[in-house]
């Protein structure tokens, strides 16, 4: 039919004979006569529209890669295509994405993420001991000794030692920060097992002697994944039994995406922004008893170091929140992917397995946990790779059985992810050839980062206006700005949250791209954005100062 209706609108058609003896013309005048005896029907309905969609979906938002965002992107492109701005690109400091701001790959998890990839090199003198060692334990853990592969140089064919060619050319690619395509054997659905004991043996160290079992480990795809992951198992009931998730405010957007995708209750705790961003007990107490009215609350949600708020829990203060978890009967779960972002000399990392640990027996075999670890954040920066992984202790049996079921669901994370975060959890040691350089390199990125945190709460705090807690750890800043009523009004005549129409103002005019506090949620009245710290030293001082000079003229406007 819509050959036939595309013959008649040419409206002509060459006389030639057709293979069965008419002419093309003749077909055309059938064609049409077919089409009115048989009009063409009009195009159907969608099945998929935004009334029919799962409704769940449609009420998930995730600030991060928001409104915002997309703006950013829309002025990337003019600027592309010579659009004049008032500034030459866009400053992406909306994302916690390390490698993307100019820091460089650790060079060890490189030399090893390159070695398993592509294991001819492991006969390469270029590549330290060390770093062999490790990649071959991993292979050998691998269905059919392969992390994943890719084409190897031209003319190489079937030699077994790579060329110096080869070498340079494979281990460039892997310092360059980007993910790889890759393909190769599948893991089992929980992880390589080698690598969830090398987990083990990290989180053992960490917390002191604290054991963990390699069976209470799951390798996942980032910290996300994990989280999402124990979410779904969680939320269950119907009406006022509905489960309800305790989530910081602020918070991290994935939190209350997932909850709305999953139709649990999200249940708002506020952090003490008077008192450094601090976690108060009887907040949560409140919190929890208001909650009871319309839902079940039962799982809370910890963020330390925070995100986006930087502070550092005190042992003190989480030894508050398990004992409040065991009383109220809540399943706890830590995210710590910041646990080595700490900068501040007054404050260390204390992971929620140690202190639950050392509160006893009474707590350590009956309070539920889940803790969250990724090679995204910390030293590392490896956002691409998407590793990560979670334990979970004092699971039902049964309910574990439940939880490999659920993973086996997506076969299994991305295997060259698990490698990534074998390297993080089993670094060089003290003796070890790759030692030297890989401290050095930590130290640097670590160094730098509380180097950036100081020089950007002291820049903030000295502009009228603007108010920035003590970043303690992890890689924001999240300052308090004051908005005039005028700028409120006219925010509100674009149908804009306050904050929304300043980050947009922001980015319009110095190409600087934040993220509203309203993303996060924050108390009512109240306006904030986040900021990574991430940009090199002199970049994040143009950055910080831009936002100044933009903040002052800002007030100035809608004064």
């Known amino acids: 039919m819509q050959r036939a209706a595309a013959l008649v609108r040419?409206?002509?058609?060459?006389?030639?004979?057709?293979?069965?003896?008419?002419?093309?013309?003749?077909?055309?005048?059938?064609?049409?006569?077919?089409?009115?005896?048989?009009?063409?029907?009009?195009?159907?309905?969608?099945?998929?529209?935004?009334?029919?969609?799962?409704?769940?979906?449609?009420?998930?938002?995730?600030?991060?890669?928001?409104?915002?965002?997309?703006?950013?992107?829309?002025?990337?492109?003019?600027?592309?295509?010579?659009?004049?701005?008032?500034?030459?690109?866009?400053?992406?400091?909306?994302?916690g994405d390390a490698q993307a701001m100019g820091q460089q790959p650790i060079t060890f998890l490189r030399q090893v993420m390159a070695l398993c990839t592509y294991p001819n090199l492991l006969d390469s003198p270029s590549f330290p001991e060390d770093a062999k060692k490790r990649a071959r334990r991993i292979l050998q853990a691998c269905g059919g000794n392969s992390l994943g592969s890719v084409e190897p140089c031209a003319g190489s064919g079937d030699k077994a030692v790579a060329s110096p060619a080869e070498v340079i050319y494979m281990f460039r690619m892997c310092m360059t920060p980007r993910r790889m395509d890759e393909t190769g054997s599948y893991s089992a659905s929980q992880g390589v097992n080698c690598i969830r004991e090398d987990v083990a043996a990290y989180i053992t160290r960490r917390d002191g002697?604290?054991?963990?079992?390699?069976?209470?480990?799951?390798?996942?795809?980032?910290?996300?994944?994990?989280?999402?992951?124990?979410?779904?198992?969680?939320?269950?009931?119907?009406?006022?039994?509905?489960?309800?998730?305790?989530?910081?405010?602020?918070?991290?957007?994935?939190?209350?995406?997932?909850?709305?995708?999953?139709?649990?209750?999200?249940?708002?705790?506020?952090?003490?922004?008077?008192?450094?961003?601090?976690?108060?007990?009887?907040?949560?107490?409140?919190?929890?008893?208001?909650?009871?009215?319309?839902?079940?609350?039962?799982?809370?949600?910890?963020?330390?170091?925070?995100?986006p708020t930087g502070q550092v829990q005190s042992r003190k203060c989480i030894e508050d929140v398990i004992h409040f978890a065991w009383e109220e009967k809540l399943f706890l779960l830590a995210d710590e992917v910041y646990q080595d972002n700490v900068y501040s000399p007054d404050c260390r990392f204390?992971?929620?397995?140690?202190?639950?640990?050392?509160?006893?027996?009474?707590?350590?075999?009956?309070?539920?946990?889940?803790?969250?670890?990724?090679?995204?954040?910390g030293y590392m920066g490896e956002c691409g790779y998407r590793g990560g992984y979670m334990e979970v202790i004092n699971l039902h049996p049964e309910i574990k059985g439940q939880l490999v079921k659920l993973l086996s669901v997506r076969l299994c994370p991305p295997v060259s992810?698990?490698?990534?975060?074998?390297?993080?959890?089993?670094?060089?040691?003290?003796?070890?050839?790759?030692?030297?350089?890989?401290?050095?390199?930590?130290?640097?990125?670590?160094?730098?980062?509380?180097?950036?945190?100081?020089?950007?709460?002291?820049?903030?705090?000295?502009?009228?206006?603007?108010?920035?807690?003590?970043?303690?750890?992890?890689?924001?800043?999240?300052?308090?700005?004051?908005?005039?009523?005028?700028?409120?009004?006219?925010?509100?005549?674009?149908?804009?949250?306050?904050?929304?129409?300043?980050?947009?103002?922001?980015?319009?005019?110095?190409g600087i791209c934040v993220v509203p506090g309203s993303g996060f949620g924050q108390r009512e009245g109240t306006y904030?954005?986040?900021?990574?710290?991430?940009?090199?030293?002199?970049?994040?001082?143009?950055?910080?100062?831009k936002v100044k000079d933009f903040h002052i003229k800002f007030l100035e406007k809608y004064a």
């Not at 195009?43 to 998929?48: A, K, P």
């Not at 397995?353 to 009956?366: I, Q, T, W």
């Not at 975060?421 to 980062?449: A, C, T, W, Y």
């Open 350 to 377: 204390h992971s929620f397995k140690k202190v639950l640990y050392e509160m006893g027996p009474e707590y350590s075999s009956n309070v539920e946990l889940a803790s969250f670890h990724s090679t995204s954040k």
């Open 528 to 545: 904030h954005f986040r900021m990574t710290i991430l940009p090199p030293v002199e970049k994040l001082k143009t950055v910080l100062q």
């Open 10 to 95: 040419r409206g002509c058609c060459p006389r030639t004979p057709g293979p069965w003896g008419r002419s093309q013309s003749s077909a055309a005048a059938e064609a049409s006569a077919v089409l009115k005896v048989r009009p063409e029907r009009s195009r159907r309905e969608r099945i998929l529209t935004l009334e029919s969609m799962n409704p769940q979906v449609k009420a998930v938002e995730y600030a991060v890669r928001g409104p915002i965002v997309l703006k950013a992107g829309e002025i990337e492109l003019e600027l592309q295509r010579g659009i004049k701005k008032p500034f030459t690109e866009v400053i992406r400091a909306n994302i």
């Open 209 to 307: 002697g604290v054991p963990a079992d390699p069976d209470n480990i799951y390798l996942t795809t980032g910290a996300s994944d994990g989280i999402s992951t124990i979410l779904k198992i969680l939320v269950s009931g119907g009406g006022k039994s509905r489960t309800g998730v305790m989530i910081p405010i602020p918070q991290y957007p994935l939190y209350s995406a997932v909850i709305s995708e999953l139709d649990a209750i999200q249940v708002n705790y506020y952090l003490d922004e008077d008192n450094c961003w601090a976690l108060n007990v009887n907040e949560l107490r409140r919190a929890v008893q208001e909650a009871k009215d319309h839902c079940d609350p039962k799982v809370l949600c910890i963020i330390n170091p925070g995100n």
């Open 417 to 510: 992810g698990q490698a990534a975060m074998d390297i993080v959890v089993n670094p060089p040691v003290p003796g070890e050839e790759s030692f030297e350089q890989f401290h050095r390199e930590k130290e640097s990125v670590l160094g730098n980062l509380a180097k950036k945190a100081k020089l950007t709460e002291d820049l903030f705090n000295q502009v009228p206006g603007i108010h920035c807690n003590p970043l303690q750890g992890a890689m924001y800043a999240f300052p308090r700005i004051f908005i005039p009523s005028k700028a409120v009004e006219a925010a509100q005549a674009h149908k804009m949250a306050p904050d929304m129409f300043y980050c947009m103002k922001l980015l319009e005019e110095t």
